[in-house]
């Protein structure tokens, strides 16, 4: 079982199997793992989140820190209210500097990762266009030479050079 209390719109509960992570099927004779995925964010009220009050409770904290995440100190905030309502109380009572210390890591990482793969999205773009150019302008000198003579003058694969040919119409 896996739970999942994410931003992204989720089904209360789903079947997650391994070879759908994979862009060819696993074959007749191959082993399959299946993982239950529940949603214990509150809108999707769970069953679960009925039977186990931890748990309740905890989606209810994730809930008040969201709820502050545009506000400075918003881990501070969400423990103190969640405190004053009884959430997680004697919890975050014992373990609050700690929680709001994993939280603010949790936080900090998460935007590093955003922020490392829109500089590499944006990496790929520059590469792709100068790459787009030496294929134009190898194919635009040498109109004669095969994807595959293109590709070992430039330095790329010569799918690369077809899809820049039907792209440019050359």
Request: hydrophobic fraction near 35%; proline fraction near 2%.
């Amino acid at each position: 079982m896996k739970l999942y209390n994410g931003q992204k719109d989720q089904p209360s509960e789903q079947e997650l199997r391994l070879s759908d992570a994979f862009i060819n099927p696993a074959g007749i004779n191959s082993a399959e793992i299946k993982v239950k995925d529940i949603n214990i964010n509150t809108d999707k009220a769970h069953e679960l989140l009925k039977k186990c009050d931890v748990l309740r409770e905890y989606s209810q904290f994730i809930d008040a820190v969201r709820e502050h995440s545009g506000e400075k100190s918003a881990v501070k905030k969400a423990i103190r209210e969640c405190i004053g309502r009884g959430i997680l109380a004697d919890d975050l009572k014992r373990k609050g500097r700690e929680v709001e210390n994993m939280l603010i890591a949790e936080y900090s990482y998460e935007e590093d990762i955003r922020v490392k793969q829109q500089e590499a999205e944006q990496q790929g773009r520059q590469e792709g266009l100068i790459l787009s150019g030496k294929i134009f302008r190898t194919v635009k000198n040498s109109s004669d030479l095969t994807n595959e003579q293109v590709a070992a003058e430039v330095g790329c694969e010569p799918e690369e050079v077809e899809s820049a040919r039907k792209m440019f119409g050359i």
